[in-house]
C-alpha cells in the first residue's frame, strides 16, 4: 500500500486528536461522582425502605392506642350507667351490692387501660421519632443525589466541550487525507485499542513500544518514501520521521 509521506506524518496529528478523544470519552465514562451516585441510590433504596417500615409501625402503634381509648369510653359510659343506677337507688340491696362491686372492677379495668395507654403513647412517640430520624437521612441523601446529578452535569458538560474542540481539530487535520490510508487507519484503529497509527522513533514502535529488529529495519530502509510500513509486532501503520534512527 502507498501513501504520501506527508499524509502519514499528518496521520499522526490525527492519531493525538483521537487519542484525546479517547480519554476524554473514559474521562467521562469514569466520572467518580457516576460511583458516588450509584452508592448513594443504593442508599436511597434501603432507607425508603427503612423509612416504609417504620412508618407502618406508626400505623400499627397508632391503631393500638385508637384501641385502647375506645375501650376507656366503653368502660367510662358503662361504670357511669351503674353508678346511676346506683344512685337512683332501685333494686334489691343484693343488686346493689353486685353493682357496687362491678363499678369497682370497671374503675380497676380503666387503672390498667390507662396504664397500657401511656405504655403505647410512649411505643408511638418513639416510632415517630425513629420515622422522623430516616425521613431527615431521606431527605439528605435525596439533596445529595442532587447535588451529585448537578455535578455530572457540569462535568459532562465540560467534556463535551471539550471533545467537540478536539472533533473539529481532529476534522482538520484529517481533512484530505489519502483515502486509502485512512480506511487501514481506522480498520487498525478498531481493532487496536484507539491506535492505528504510530511513530518510529529510535527504531521502536511507539505503538507497542517494541524495538524494530534489524532484518525488519533493513526492510524498511529499503522501501519507499511512500510506501506504508507496518509494524510487524502489533500491525501499526508506522510512520518514519528525522528522529526513526534509520
Ligand atoms: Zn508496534
New binding site residues.
Partial sequence: MKAPAADQQQLLVVQVHDSALQRIAAQKAGLPELAQRQTVVKAQQVAAEDLATAEATVGDVQRELTKLEDEVVKVEDRRRRDQQRLDEGHGQSRELVALQQEIEALNRRQRDLEDSQLEVMERLEEARATAAGLRAGLAELTQRHQELDQAIAAEEARLDAAAATEAEARAAAAEGLDAGLMTLYERLRGKLGGVGA?GLVQRR?E??R?EVNPADLDAIRGSAEDDVVR?E??G?ILVRGEDSGL
Fill in positions: 504510530a514502535c505503538g507497542c517494541m509494524c509486532e502489533c501499526r
